[in-house]
């Protein structure tokens, strides 16, 4: 079984950058994807992008603006997604979701707990 | 605008099967990645079907799901007040080269 872990809650000002950070356990593969996925308040689900933790390499959807990144840790099995230059709209629940495929084919996948960005001034 | 369509609302009675909708099932959406989710008030999607018609260990075999044509569809048998939640297919789109999901639907147990 595989269990994903996100980062706390943050609030942040307009204009500001947050690092939101993710990391799976158990029966992981060792090549799989992790995929973002975020929900604005009562609206629906929205895919950000993915990464690749293994070779680092990303796809991100093109509704999403450019200051987005993600970013990998080796070392600790640690994915971070970075928003840059954070608006109203970017306040949202952002889901960490471990697959085994890019394409989500396959297999489950699991869902980490999410993490909620606020931005407030 | 979602890519793919799902009717916004569903219900029925406890007991009785519902049927959600997800259209739009395109040449460059691969039918062996969609998937639906269960989201409850207030939690995490709740993973139900991937590949359209397999079901993870721990899914009551109550929920299936199917495709036809450019449509999938999420089957709820022996409904119950516990499925009242927004379920949301999902799919990879090899043009968009993206993940795309409908806008959701609610499901009400009356």
């Known amino acids: 079984q595989v269990q994903v872990e996100q980062s706390g809650a943050e609030v942040e000002k307009p204009g500001a950058s947050v690092k939101l950070s993710c990391k799976a356990f158990g029966d992981t593969f060792t090549d799989h994807w992790i995929h973002w996925v975020r929900q604005a308040p009562a609206q629906g689900l929205e895919w950000v992008g993915m990464?690749?933790?293994?070779?680092?390499?990303?796809t991100f959807s093109q509704r999403v603006p450019g200051r987005v990144a993600l970013t990998r840790d080796p070392s600790t099995s640690t994915v971070y997604l970075h928003l840059y230059s954070l608006r109203s709209e970017d306040t949202a629940m952002y889901y960490c979701?471990?697959?085994?495929?890019?394409?989500?084919?396959?297999?489950?996948?699991?869902w980490g707990p999410g993490t909620l960005v606020t931005v407030s001034s | 605008q979602s890519v793919l369509a799902q009717p916004p609302s569903a219900s029925g009675t406890p007991g009785q099967r519902v049927t959600i909708s997800c259209s739009g099932i395109?040449?460059?959406?691969?039918?062996?990645?969609l998937t639906w989710y269960q989201q409850l008030p207030g939690t995490t999607p709740k993973l139900l079907i991937y590949?359209?018609?397999q079901r993870p260990s721990g899914v009551p075999d109550r929920f299936s799901g199917s495709l036809s044509g450019t449509s999938a569809s999420l089957a709820i048998s022996g409904l119950q007040s516990e499925d009242e939640a927004d379920y949301y297919c999902a799919a990879w789109n090899d043009r968009l080269n993206a993940r795309v999901f409908g806008g959701g639907t609610t499901l009400t147990v009356l």
């Open positions: 990464i690749n933790p293994s070779l680092g390499s990303t």
């Open positions: 395109t040449s460059n959406i691969g039918s062996h990645t």
């Open positions: 979701v471990y697959s085994k495929n890019s394409d989500n084919s396959g297999a489950p996948d699991y």
């Open positions: 590949s359209a018609n």
